[in-house]
């Protein structure tokens, strides 16, 4: 490796750093909406694989600490892993310790990408010699997946009941754009319906406004108010353990080793679920909340981080939602990356360590200094200076063009069709991860029918 591929990957990794920050500010910024669509962008464009993975881990741990701060600062859920932080922090900030949450969410974050990084790739290298015998049975991995998903989401029985007809959906689409010959019928679209999925609830939401009722509903004469506090920088300290006490540390440490090997399940879950439990022998609710702040912060890495970690250094196929959702161009995105031919496949060992500690490791030292330091001047700078709108339209045109470039303009209708679908499904409590597994699993799950 030369000197210019290192610069390519340090670039990277500020670039990545700088670009999350400033959306990680954002509300309601959901991580796979704002993730997969640059990380495939960055893929298509023919970026070396050593630097689109140094981009995508420096994009994961900032996002994943600046997601939190809208939550932090001003009860705004940031992104999907920050809601569960949204009642203990609005605790302390009613106790007026804003600041000391800012700062404990920061070390929490980085404890998280401390332990998760090495224990994932030690994991990883452990169970890499089984990697082909898990992959021959990918098909029914993806189905036992989306079943497995479909338990643990909040509609259980109407997302068991979807997964056939979702199926169906995935493949008729690509069946008739065989047939019209749209695109060659070795040429299996998945990125585009991919994209359709991550906008689908956002898709839900602008196409509702086409409606005058829905639209008049929604208007208001009333400004939200929305106040941030004024923080005294003075003698503010960037040592983690004059930060946080011993049994925080502990508990936050002690739950993204256990997160790491639980890369399968949902981030959120496990964050609500070790969050709430590391907090429980807490009497105090101040303290409570304190140390639910550390280690769900904690937590937000450490499953993000080894969901990815494991399945591209291991397996090569995407198992962990967070492979699923936001990382899915690193494993599907035709024709640079397939799922016979991705990054697992494009980078040896020890390039795998270099970019995932390389970018890790820049990161996490950026933001949390960013974040103890000007966490309220760049939240306040986000909400007056950036239009949430903006943000989302960009996005979404971004989309719409991959759609046409993946297979031409009736691909746009049928990614709007996937969209409005989909979100509906996500709306009704089919989560992100069930509907991915199905769309990876749809020709298994059709073809079974045909047999």
Known sequence: MDFSMIGQMIIAAVGATVLYTIIGFIPGTDETAVLMPITLAIVMAGIQPIVVLTFFISAIVALNLMNAMPTLVVGLPG?????PMIEHSMMLKKAGLTHENIKKAAVGSLIGVSVSVPISLLFANLIAPYAEVIKSYASWLFVIGAIFLSLMGRAKLLSLVMIVPVALLFQSLRTLY??????????????SFFLGITVGPLLVSLLSFLIKDKRVATETTQLKETIIPVINRENITLNPFKIIKKEESIRAGLSSFLSTFLFVLSPVGIIILFGELAAKQAKNPIEKASTSIVTMSALAQSTYLSGIIICVVALGIPLSP???GPGGALFTAPPVFT????IHHALRASEFTLAIVFGALIAISMVYFLAIRYATNITSFVLTKIPHEAILGLFIALVLLLSFMDAGLLNVFGVLLIGFICGSLNNLGINYGIQFMTLYAAPFIVSWFAQ
């Open 79 to 83: 992104g999907v892993l920050s809601t």
């Open 178 to 191: 065989w047939d019209l010959n749209i695109v060659p019928f070795d040429k299996n679209i998945t990125t």
């Open 322 to 324: 967070a492979a699923i």
């Open 339 to 342: 799922m016979e031919n991705n």
